[in-house]
């Protein structure tokens, strides 16, 4: 009896192996198969998808979310969150808009003016998010209760700096940044690019990237191991928010003024979905940067597709909702 159960036994094992091998596979490129089908569907029912203008402009409708998308993938795949990407952003564009109108002379350098606008912006924020850090990796705080102190505080802090009011922004520099375009595409893509491709092969080919892995995996035994874990998470979020510093000046660019209240409003909530799309899990482990930016690349063609097809924004709204309901049952069912 034990000699005809055994094979039989055994070949159960291989097909509930190979399941599984099926299903992580579905999980980690399931955003890839679903960006694939959702271009299909519009090369075939959407008037006017294959043109250059409609990727033009989805790319740079969706390049300041994908470079805070990098960001919060590397923060997230500590085991973090950061809700305080949107307001980084006001903090950002406010102090590049106080210095385009203090120093107008020198910024009408072009690239030394471009240079230091993007510093300035990016140190800004990044300052904030060494608080972030802080709080995190230091007096131990839940990340979602002290990205969300700073998420306010830095809200408060660009108000005051801008005293609340609109800033026109007309140095070419930066309006260049925001509409300017380099073989046909924007330059807001090509900094996206960029930004990828050095974090993605900072995640993979780095000790810090090794480093980021072995925290959100198991932290504590990263920090037996001798991995400095608080400056790990320290770095992260700093690396996140000054992302979001970048990504404020290509929005500033773009629209040509600073409006505090309004500048990154909401983003956080948008660039999480990505993330969570794009495959990196919620409570730790390998960033997907990639993943991301398809994550952000389905979310941006999910709603111009939907707005195309004049469905009304309600309807689009939950549609996008169910589409992270679903990344989100993957993970979940993945860890099981």
């Known amino acids: 009896m034990a000699t005809t159960l055994a094979p039989q036994a055994s070949v159960d094992d291989l097909r509930r192996q190979s399941w599984i ?7 980690t490129n399931g955003v890839w198969v679903a960006l694939i089908g959702l271009v299909l569907f519009n090369v075939v029912a959407t008037r006017g998808f294959v043109s250059v203008q409609t990727l033009q402009t989805n ?5 300041t979310v994908g470079i805070c ?31 385009v109108l203090a120093a107008p002379a020198v910024l009408d350098v072009p690239v030394l003016g471009l240079v230091l606008v993007v510093l300035t ?21 839940q990340p979602i209760v002290a990205t969300l102190v700073v998420m306010i505080t830095a809200r408060g802090i660009a108000q005051m700096v801008t005293s609340g009011r609109l800033y026109t922004v007309e140095n070419d520099s930066v309006v260049w940044l925001g509409r300017g375009s380099i073989l046909g595409l924007p330059v807001m893509a090509w900094v996206m690019l960029v930004v990828v491709v050095v974090a993605s092969w900072v995640a993979r080919r780095t000790v810090l990237g090794r480093r980021i892995v072995a925290v959100g995996g198991n932290e504590t035994a990263a920090a037996l191991a ?21 990504a404020a000046l290509l929005s500033v ?6 409006d505090t209240a309004n500048l990154g409003l909401g983003y956080e ?15 730790g482990g390998r960033p997907r940067i990639w993943g991301s930016i398809a994550g952000v690349a389905l979310l941006q063609l999910l709603g111009f597709t939907l707005a195309s097809h004049d469905v009304a924004k309600e309807v689009a ?9 679903a990344a989100v049952t993957t993970q979940l069912r993945r860890r099981r």
Request: proline residues 1%.
């Open 269 to 283: 909530f948008t660039v999480i979905s990505a993330v969570v799309v794009g495959g990196t899990a919620l409570t």
């Open 121 to 141: 912006g990016m140190a800004a924020a990044a300052v904030l998010g060494a608080a972030n850090g802080y709080l995190v990796g230091h007096l131990r705080i």
């Open 226 to 246: 001798g991995i400095p874990v608080r400056r790990t998470i320290t770095t992260v979020y700093v690396v996140a928010a000054a992302l979001a510093g970048l």
């Open 317 to 325: 709204s939950l549609v996008q909702a169910a589409v992270i309901v």
């Open 253 to 258: 660019g773009v629209n040509g003024t600073v």
């Open 21 to 27: 091998r099926r299903r992580d596979l579905l999980a």
């Open 59 to 63: 790319l740079g409708q969706m390049a």
């Open 69 to 99: 998308a990098v960001g919060l993938t590397l923060v997230m795949a500590t085991g973090g969150i950061d809700l305080s990407v949107g307001s980084l952003m006001a903090v950002a564009g406010a102090s590049a808009g106080v210095l």
